[in-house]
């Protein structure tokens, strides 16, 4: 599996996910594509999905401009969306497993996409939004060593906020994330 970031208007992220063995491509959040199109042209593979957190402007903006593609997403309001995600209903890209989690917290059709790659046991969370945004209950349960992909850095703007952690930024891992995030510490009496 291939993560590659790609950086868009003043702090969102969108993620191209590439499966290593079939070479089939898929981004999440697509808000700046001719950006996208330029780094997937660079790698040999064939972009044939998006992925889309929720339906807000800045992760979806663009998704026309990228015809022909299924477009993922768990929100009607998702622009070109053609099929809906259901709660851990898995489906594969390439040979990655994807599992939607349904995250309704910073819309009620937010998503994060958990991916597991079963050749080489590396494991991804992509949300649309930071880590404060998902689901405690959920978030807490997947494995430590899980990459965490967010759709914002809001690293500077929390730092006065997590001044006795780390510096938090991305990506980060599920075990770093329980460690120093207090949004993800929340059960700890001291906070």
């Known amino acids: ?13 969108s993620y191209i996910l ?6 089939e491509a898929a981004v999440i959040d697509p808000v700046e594509p001719i950006k996208i199109l330029n780094v997937i042209s660079q790698t040999g593979a064939k972009l044939s ?24 997403g768990a929100d009607a309001r998702i622009p070109e969306i053609n099929y809906v995600c259901k709660d ?10 994807i599992t939607p989690l349904h995250t309704p917290c910073h819309t009620k059709g937010h998503v994060c996409y958990y991916v597991a790659d079963p050749n080489t046991n590396e494991k991804a ?28 850095e809001y690293t500077k703007k929390y730092l006065k906020v997590c001044a006795t952690y780390k510096q938090i930024t991305v ?7 329980k460690l120093y995030n207090p949004f993800l510490r929340v059960n700890e009496q001291w906070l």
């Open 125 to 152: 969370l992509f949300s649309g939004e930071d880590m404060y945004c998902i689901l405690f209950h959920i978030i807490t349960k997947l494995p430590d060593d899980t990459w965490v992909y967010c759709g914002h």
């Open 171 to 177: 990506p980060s891992t599920i075990g770093q994330e």
């Open 18 to 23: 590439i499966d290593d063995k079939s070479k």
């Open 1 to 13: 599996m291939k993560i590659i970031p790609v950086p868009a208007l003043e702090d969102n992220y």
């Open 88 to 97: 851990h209903e898995e489906f594969k890209l390439g040979s990655l497993e």
């Open 49 to 72: 999905s998006v992925f889309v957190t929720h339906h807000h402007w800045d992760h979806t903006g663009r998704n026309i401009e990228l015809p022909g593609l299924a477009v993922y």
